[in-house]
């Protein structure tokens, strides 16, 4: 059975950072590109950040390039997201997903999804 489990979510002020985290297990790790997405209330599900099988490569959403970073540790079956200079407008529930193959940016192409973490931003 896979299972994604997202923590590090929180409450922060503007221009805080945090750190997220995500635990796979169920699967072979190393085989799954892994991505983040978030949701904001009244909001579509929108691409975050995603990282290839080996880490090698790696995609943003053009808004939050240069603030955020993906990474992840296979042999840990971990990934993770670094969030700096947060903004009151990343506030949403931000989830991690997985797919077998290379990253996507389109979450219909994700096998695989965590519950999600919330993250508040205050201004």
């Known amino acids: 059975q896979v299972q994604l489990v997202e923590s590090g979510g929180g409450l922060v002020q503007a221009g805080g950072s945090l750190r997220l985290s995500c635990a796979a297990s169920g699967l072979t790790f190393s085989s799954y590109a892994m991505g983040w997405f978030r949701q904001a209330p009244g909001k579509e599900r929108e691409f975050v950040a995603a990282?290839?099988?080996?880490?090698?490569?790696?995609a943003y959403a053009d808004s939050l390039k240069g603030r955020f970073t993906i990474s992840r540790d296979n042999a840990k079956s971990t990934v993770s997201l670094q969030m700096n200079s947060l903004k009151p407008e990343d506030t949403a529930v931000y989830y991690c997903?997985?797919?077998?193959?290379?990253?996507?940016?389109?979450?219909?192409?994700?096998?695989?999804w965590g519950q999600g973490t919330q993250v508040t931003v205050s201004s």
């Open positions: 990282i290839s099988r080996s880490g090698g490569s790696t």
């Open positions: 997903a997985g797919r077998v193959y290379g990253l996507s940016r389109t979450s219909e192409d994700y096998n695989y």
